[in-house]
């Protein structure tokens, strides 16, 4: 076959180029000249959708991948892996820069790095993150944008990646572009923002396998708000302080918040906090949002990490959320490659304070009898009549601008506090538990024998159950329960687990039955409210009478009961119910909270 000496040429170069390209940990800059030299296009490559359509479109999976792809090739500096894989049957994807050029986690903790997580597209209808870090990231490896060497960051072009696939243009029905865009649900139509105790996603799975093996000093989950009108293009969700911990929580509140909002301000950002009013406007104020560990930023807490939500405004322009999401994220990374050591400082003054600890908050509300000022730039909010139904409708009006002080209410105190003991024993049948327990790194001890131990018993007394399934499951909620000790039969390869290690903050908001996003409440432990065994009520009679005359306890319990509850005393059944269940028949793993505790 004749082949042209023209493609001969081409052929051979890139055979050249391959060779060079696969040799880039050598000769990066000849091997990122030649690939743009003899690649048409190559260049114009790591110019983004975004700014191609100048700022009206977000790009898809496929080009988003095929851009890191290569930036990995063409820089030295930048890394990207697989993180496992995801419910869509694509890889998770994370992204290394690092100006070193090298990538090993031992390395940069060795070396007392800041390490900057960056999380986007957990709702990929909100793709401002994930424009804004492919720029990001494509302008520090050029040297665009400075990225000192004390700070690497890893960053997560899409965590939905099922979501992303699925593409169109009217699952925000209130948001400012992009033209097209994912939607919320995952590939299990899951909102992956409310999935990281249960775990039920793959993909939330491996994230959480890379935030344990990271320890990140800093989170940061890119969203987009819902809600009011006003001028703000970015707002800012920060933990609850006192969650965050007293040193890491003062640290938060007088130096790392105020740090991100006057920089932010000279580069003509007005942060303030997530607007998070329902049922008024905001110029009468609001509560700080609280993010239980559910959440992404909840959850980066227990391990002592800073964790924030950048929230921007989902009616402004796309282009001017997308380049405040930009503008954000080099704040964070100035602010931290210059606080270096106060911030490795403070995590460590609080992982040796929360040891000390043995009393732990798992339940807060907030107190609104204390509050903040703060500075907020609204539209004044007005109703009219409703062009749909006639009724008065609200709306705010863009010709009516106002900066007011108004009161934000960040302050929260315990509801619930749950006390630390030294051992949690967890039987190794409850799989789905010890399985997340081992993903985000909990230490176990495996006994090597039968033995019967005696352990502080929960039993369960009262809860309940919503009535619609919230996340693929029906959460428990107000649980009461009643403490004592008892013998347990335990068996080999069942889990002595050691509390005082780093994941203890961890373990006593999943492990405690009454903790609002324990184990418990996720219905990991279900099992355990239906009774397995019952009797039959006329062969049980005679029974129950035998009972009554060799218990005289038992008696006078049924007889103090019957008095105070007429309702009791003129059922039969009930009260054979209430004799079985105070007999030895009643089955000791009825709710029998499957989870014991060495005090």
Request: proline share 6%.
């Amino acid at each position: 076959m004749f082949v042209p000496a023209k493609h001969r040429i081409i052929f051979t170069l890139s055979i050249l180029v391959a060779e060079i390209i696969n040799m880039k940990k050598i000769f990066p800059t000849l091997a990122a000249f030649l690939a743009f030299s003899t690649h048409p296009g190559a260049a114009q490559s790591f110019s983004t959708v975004f700014e191609q359509s100048k700022g009206k479109q977000t790009t898809d999976y496929a080009a988003l991948i095929r851009f890191y792809e290569q930036l990995d090739t063409a820089y030295p500096e930048i890394n990207m892996q697989t993180a496992g894989g995801t419910d869509a049957g694509h890889p998770l994807h994370v992204v290394y820069y690092s100006k070193d050029g090298h990538f090993t986690v031992n390395e940069w903790q060795q070396k007392n790095k800041i390490i900057i997580l960056i999380n986007n597209g957990i709702h990929p209808g909100e793709p401002d993150g994930i424009d804004a870090s492919m720029m990001l990231l494509r302008d520090a490896a050029g040297g665009k944008v400075n990225i000192p060497d004390n700070v690497v960051l890893a960053v997560i072009p899409v965590f939905n990646v099922g979501g992303m696939l699925n593409r169109g243009s009217y699952s925000r029905a209130n948001q400012n572009g992009p033209e097209v865009y994912g939607f919320r649900g995952s590939a299990q139509n899951l909102d992956l923002n409310r999935d990281f105790i249960k775990m039920d996603a793959q993909e939330t799975r491996n994230l959480v396998r890379l935030f344990r093996t990271l320890g990140p000093d800093i989170f940061i989950d890119n969203h987009v708000s819902n809600g009011a009108d006003y001028q703000h293009v970015m707002t800012l969700l920060t933990p609850n302080s006192k969650k965050q911990g007293y040193f890491m929580g003062k640290y938060l509140k007088n130096v790392f918040e105020p740090g991100l909002y006057e920089v932010m301000k000279g580069k003509g950002y007005d942060l303030v906090p997530y607007v998070n009013h329902w049922g008024n406007t905001p110029d009468k104020g609001w509560e700080q949002f609280y993010e239980p560990p559910r959440f992404t930023s909840g959850y980066a807490a227990l391990f002592r990490t800073f964790a924030f939500v950048p929230e921007t405004h989902m009616l402004k322009p796309y282009k001017d959320r997308v380049a405040a999401t930009y503008e954000l994220m080099r704040t964070f990374i100035d602010f931290a490659a210059g606080h270096q050591e106060e911030i490795k400082g403070v995590r460590e003054l609080e992982w040796k304070a929360m040891q000390e600890r043995d009393e732990f908050t798992i339940d807060w509300k907030v107190d609104t009898s204390l509050k903040s000022d703060i500075v907020f730039k609204g539209y004044e909010a007005a109703y009219k009549p409703s062009a749909v139904s006639g009724q008065p409708r609200l709306y705010y009006d863009r010709n009516k601008p106002y900066t007011k002080t108004v009161p934000f209410y960040d302050k929260y105190a315990a509801t619930q506090t749950a006390k630390a003991p030294r051992y949690y024993v967890l039987p190794q049948g409850w799989q789905d538990a010890v399985q997340n327990l081992r993903i985000n790194r909990v230490d176990m001890i495996l006994l090597e024998k039968d033995t019967v131990m005696e352990l502080t018993v929960y039993r369960i007394t009262d809860y309940e159950t919503s009535k619609k399934p919230y996340e693929g499951h029906y959460l428990h909620s107000k649980v009461q329960f009643e403490t004592r000790k008892e013998k347990v039969k335990l068996l080999r390869g069942d889990y002595l687990i050691p509390v005082q290690q780093k994941a203890k903050r961890y373990l006593i908001e999943t492990l405690e039955p009454n903790a609002p996003d324990a184990f418990f409440a996720w219905n990991f432990f279900d099992a355990i409210l239906q009774q397995k065994e019952h009797f039959s009520d006329y062969v049980f009679e005679d029974e129950a009478a035998q009972l009554l005359l060799s218990d005289p306890q038992l008696r006078s319990l049924l007889e103090d009961k019957k008095k105070t509850d007429p309702k009791f005393a003129a059922d039969g059944h009930a009260q054979l119910e209430f004799i079985y269940q105070h007999s030895v028949y009643q089955e000791p793993e009825y709710m029998r909270y499957p989870v014991f505790r060495i005090d």
